[in-house]
């Protein structure tokens, strides 16, 4: 079933079943901005844009802050 999921549904999905989550996210909100910053930036890609320089730097950042608190 979570291939047929939008990306942004992923914090629905946590936020419904924090129980499994909340040993490795910092809260739903912390999660929701991460998710929402990578899905405007996933939403360019996947309508044929390109991103600048700071957008590219930003999605990195996001997701150094996603591994350091999650894991890989």
């Given amino acids: 079933m979570i291939n047929y999921i939008e990306f942004g549904?992923?914090?629905?999905?946590?936020?419904q079943n924090f129980e499994l989550?909340?040993?490795?996210?910092?809260s739903i909100d912390w999660a929701r901005q991460i998710i929402q910053?990578?899905?405007?930036?996933?939403?360019?890609i996947?309508?044929?844009?390109?991103?600048?320089?700071?957008?590219?730097?930003?999605?990195g950042t996001n997701i150094r802050d996603w591994v350091s608190q999650?894991?890989?």
């Fill in 46 to 59: 996947m309508h044929s844009g390109e991103l600048g320089r700071k957008d590219i730097e930003r999605i």
């Fill in 70 to 72: 999650v894991g890989n």
């Fill in 37 to 44: 910053t990578l899905e405007r930036s996933r939403n360019v």
């Fill in 9 to 15: 549904d992923l914090v629905s999905i946590m936020q």
């Fill in 21 to 26: 989550f909340e040993v490795y996210i910092v």
